[in-house]
C-alpha cells in the first residue's frame, strides 16, 4: 500500500493532509524518515509511525489491554528483551499495534489493536484521553519543592529538545518520593523528563489507566478484551 494511503486510513487525515505530514518529517518507516508518499510499506510488517506514535490500518479490529511487566519491550524489532506481544496468546499477532508504548523498566496498562483509526483517537493529545501514572523518586521533595512542581506541571513546562511546553497536567504527592501524575498527551519519556526538570529522577514508573481503563482483575503479564463500551469511549 503506498505510504499516503496508509497514514489516511490509519488516522482521521485527507490525503492532502497526510502528504503535509510527510513533508514535515514527521513520518518514519522502519526508524527512517520518509517524505515520499508512493513508497510501498507492508501493512503488516513495516513499522509506521508518526511522531513517535505507531500507525496500523485495521485488519480485525481487536481491541487489548495488557498489563506489561518489567523486561518487556514495546517495538516490534526488540533489541535486548522479549517483545510485549509474546505474552498475548492471540492469533496474527504482527497486526496488533500499540497505543503508547512503555519503557522496558515501566509497568502498567497496554492497549493494543489492529484498528488504525482507532488506536490514533487513543493517543491523540486533541482527544484529552487522560493517562495516569504512578512514580517513584530518588530524592524527597519538601513541602516547597512539591508545590512549585504541582504549580509548574499545571501550568506546563517546556522541556528539553521540546519546540512547545507540556499540555498542562495535574500532579498529586503521596508523599516525599512518591506521586500520581496524570496526563493527556504522550512525549517521548515525558514523565521522566517532567521529573528531570525539577532535578529528580524517576526509579519506579507504573501506568495505572488509560482513558479510565485501569488493570483491575489484571495480573502482571495478564491481558484481555475490551468490552464494547470501553472501546466506545474513546
Not at 14 to 37: C, F, P, Q
Not at 134 to 144: F, G, I, K, V, W
Not at 148 to 154: D, E, L, P, S, T
Request: proline share 4%; with cysteine.
Amino acid at each position: 500500500m503506498r505510504l499516503d494511503k496508509f497514514i489516511s486510513k490509519a488516522t482521521e487525515l485527507s490525503r492532502k493532509e497526510a502528504k503535509k505530514v510527510l513533508h514535515a518529517s514527521e513520518i518514519t518507516v522502519n526508524d527512517k524518515v520518509v517524505k515520499d508518499g508512493s513508497l510501498h510499506v507492508d501493512v503488516l510488517n513495516d513499522e509506521v509511525m508518526w511522531a513517535g506514535e505507531p500507525l496500523s490500518v485495521a485488519a480485525g479490529s481487536r481491541y487489548l489491554l495488557l498489563y506489561k511487566p518489567e523486561g518487556f519491550e514495546c517495538t516490534l524489532k526488540p533489541k535486548e528483551y522479549p517483545i510485549v506481544t509474546e505474552l498475548i496468546a492471540v492469533p496474527e499477532l504482527d497486526s496488533l499495534r500499540i497505543a503508547g508504548r512503555l519503557d522496558v523498566d515501566t509497568t502498567g496498562a497496554l492497549i493494543l489493536s489492529d484498528d488504525g483509526r482507532w488506536l490514533h483517537r487513543v493517543t491523540s493529545p486533541k482527544h484529552l484521553h487522560e493517562k495516569v501514572y504512578e512514580l517513584t523518586l530518588a530524592d524527597p521533595m519538601s513541602e516547597e519543592e512539591q508545590a512549585h512542581a504541582v504549580k509548574k506541571v499545571g501550568q506546563g513546562i517546556l522541556l528539553d529538545g521540546d519546540f512547545e511546553p507540556t499540555k498542562p497536567a495535574t500532579l498529586e504527592f503521596i508523599d516525599d518520593t512518591h506521586a500520581r501524575l496524570i496526563l493527556t498527551e504522550g512525549k517521548y519519556h515525558q514523565v521522566k523528563r517532567m521529573m528531570g526538570y525539577f532535578g529528580n529522577k524517576v526509579t519506579e514508573l507504573h501506568r495505572a489507566s488509560i482513558g479510565g481503563i485501569t488493570l483491575e482483575g489484571l495480573e502482571k503479564g495478564e491481558s484481555r478484551f475490551l468490552t464494547e463500551e470501553e472501546v466506545a469511549s474513546f
